[in-house]
């Protein structure tokens, strides 16, 4: 679905051109904006492998299996319906810990599957359980202490000071969390 609006954009854009007489500035804008395009990819995939690299060094070293262990009375709270030492509870903390870091990429996979490991729990394979929904809303939500897409980005910009939204960005983060948690706990009570 996404490639067809994709493509109507793309279209939409030529065809404007064409009727603009604006054709020589749409193919400066392409040339310009591709040059843009690579310089942003080398730099995330520069954060990227650092981050990743250091997720996976958490990951060796046991330190996601102990915040995973100090999270514990955390997860109890948020996810009652799942058994103590489900295989799930490892993943959930494991895109936790990733999406407090601002590593998306990295949760992801550990999100996926923490998902699988929920449906085995799941009596009704076409219904998402309350822990599913919980899961979910947490991931969409995630509080972040450094959101670093955004620090990428804003040095890629020439921002003098890239790192000042983490501040703004840390409150915004746990207050979409904490009201996404609410109205979870809060939509359980009615079903």
């Not at 009652?80 to 998306?104: D, F």
């Amino acid at each position: 679905m996404l490639n067809f609006i994709w493509a109507f954009i793309i279209i939409i854009g030529i065809i404007t051109s064409l009727f603009t007489n604006n054709i020589p500035l749409m193919t400066n804008s392409i040339v310009e904006n591709s040059k843009e395009s690579v310089n942003i990819c080398l730099t995330l995939l520069g954060n990227i492998c650092i981050w990743s690299g250091l997720m996976k060094i958490a990951e060796d070293s046991g330190m996601i299996k102990y915040l995973s262990v100090k999270m514990k009375p955390v997860l109890k709270f948020l996810f009652p319906e799942i058994p103590e030492n489900h295989k799930s509870l490892e993943y959930i903390s494991t895109n936790m810990i990733a999406n407090i870091l601002g590593l998306g990429w990295a949760a992801t996979p550990a999100g996926l599957m923490a998902m699988k490991e929920l449906q085995t729990l799941n009596k009704n394979k076409e219904v998402a359980t309350k822990s599913m929904c919980m899961f979910m809303i947490i991931n969409m939500s995630s509080i972040q202490l450094i959101n670093v897409n955004i620090l990428a980005y804003r040095a890629e910009f020439g921002s003098k000071n890239p790192s000042e939204i983490i501040g703004a960005g840390i409150v915004a983060t746990i207050m979409s969390t904490v009201v996404a948690v609410a109205y979870v706990k809060i939509r359980e009570k009615w079903y």
